[in-house]
């Protein structure tokens, strides 16, 4: 597995918050790979293996900025379901 993904696949990093919106999700996980017209999306879960994530560096915010630390995933889904319940309370 590769974090370094450079300038150029920021792209990448787009298309899939992009997919995730669109499709109302919570998490996703995509794989990219290169092509001779750019990058495409080979596969989608619903879920991936939290074993690769200690490992990581840093995430991307949908902002497109890079946060250096560690990757909490279940940090996010904490964070996901105070959210909705505070939409539900209104």
């Known amino acids: 597995m590769s974090w370094d993904i450079g300038d150029d696949a920021k792209s990448c990093i787009e298309m899939a918050f ?3 919106d669109r499709l109302n999700t919570q998490s ?3 794989d990219f790979v290169k092509d001779v017209d ?3 999306i080979v ?3 619903y ?3 939290p ?3 200690p490992e990581s560096p840093g995430y991307w915010t949908r902002d497109l900025k890079w946060v250096d ?5 279940e940090y996010f889904i904490i964070e996901d379901f105070i ?3 505070e939409r539900w309370r209104g």
């Open 43 to 45: 596969e989608v879960s």
């Open 69 to 73: 630390g560690p990757l909490r995933v």
């Open 38 to 40: 750019g990058y495409k």
């Open 47 to 49: 879920s991936a293996s």
């Open 51 to 53: 074993r690769g994530f």
């Open 83 to 85: 959210e909705r319940i």
């Open 18 to 20: 992009d997919i995730s």
């Open 28 to 30: 996703l996980a995509f």
